[in-house]
T-cell receptor
Framework: NAGVTQTPKFRILKIGQSMTLQCTQD?????MYWYRQDPGMGLKLIYYSVGAGITDKGEVPNGYNVSRSTTEDFPLRLELAAPSQTSVYFC???????????FGNGTRLTVT | RKEVEQDPGPFNVPEGATVAFNCTYSNSASQSFFWYRQDCRKEPKLLMSVYSSGNEDGRFTAQLNRASQYISLLIRDSKLSDSATYLC???????????FGTGTQLKVEL
């Protein structure tokens, strides 16, 4: 099993550009999450999903969108990139709501 | 007050030492507690869950004090490979919404 796979690993965007961070998991987990981690800060939840077709906002959703058309995939969309979105983005999954999270390797995004 | 607070460190300890980290949480309704480990520029990985009665996994011992709203992690016989950032994580409410502390950095030295 590959676990949780994120692509790309690194990306540099210009202000105003858009991009999609990809996340896929092969563990048949129902729950999937997107977090961002800024230096010296704890991970902040952007969006999460409890199953295909169901998504909900986390703590810091502004500037992002998600979709969950399949159990496996949970892409994160940035429509108009801003410098404040420079961060490391982690996708995670869990089988149940109370289960520990399995994280992907992260995507390092720089917006200049 | 932050929901989850940790001393950022760094804690610099010699190999073989015992080191303890504390973490406080503000929401008395918090239900589940975890310690995650994060190596530099890598993803967090679950180290251990924290149970009400306390629990041990090899050299690692976790304790929960609900009355004082803190959890602790004790590492005995520190190894160089224990060098990492340790994240205190608290679950409050449904939907598995976890709140992460900013982490405590541990450096184990020869």
């Amino acid at each position: 099993n590959a676990g949780v796979t994120q692509t790309p690993k690194f990306r540099i965007l210009k202000i105003g550009q858009s991009m999609t961070l990809q996340c896929t998991q092969d563990m048949n987990h129902n729950y999937m999450y997107w977090y961002r981690q800024d230096p010296g800060m704890g991970l902040k939840l952007i969006y999460y999903s409890v199953g295909a077709g169901i998504t909900d906002k986390g703590e810091v959703p502004n500037g992002y969108n998600v979709s969950r058309s399949t159990t496996e995939d949970f892409p994160l969309r940035l429509e108009l990139a801003a410098p404040s979105q420079t961060s490391v983005y982690f996708c995670a999954s869990s089988p149940l709501g109370e289960s520990p999270l399995h994280f992907g390797n992260g995507t390092r995004l720089t917006v200049t | 007050r932050k929901e989850v607070e940790q001393d950022p460190g760094p804690f610099n300890v010699p190999e073989g030492a015992t080191v303890a980290f504390n973490c406080t949480y503000s929401n008395s309704a918090s239900q589940s507690f975890f310690w995650y480990r994060q190596d530099c520029r890598k993803e967090p990985k679950l180290l251990m869950s924290v149970y009400s009665s306390g629990n041990e996994d090899g050299r690692f011992t976790a304790q929960l004090n609900r009355a004082s709203q803190y959890i602790s992690l004790l590492i005995r016989d520190s190894k160089l490979s224990d060098s990492a950032t340790y994240l205190c994580v608290v679950r409050t409410g449904g939907g598995n919404k976890l709140t992460f502390g900013t982490g405590t950095q541990l450096k184990v030295e020869l």
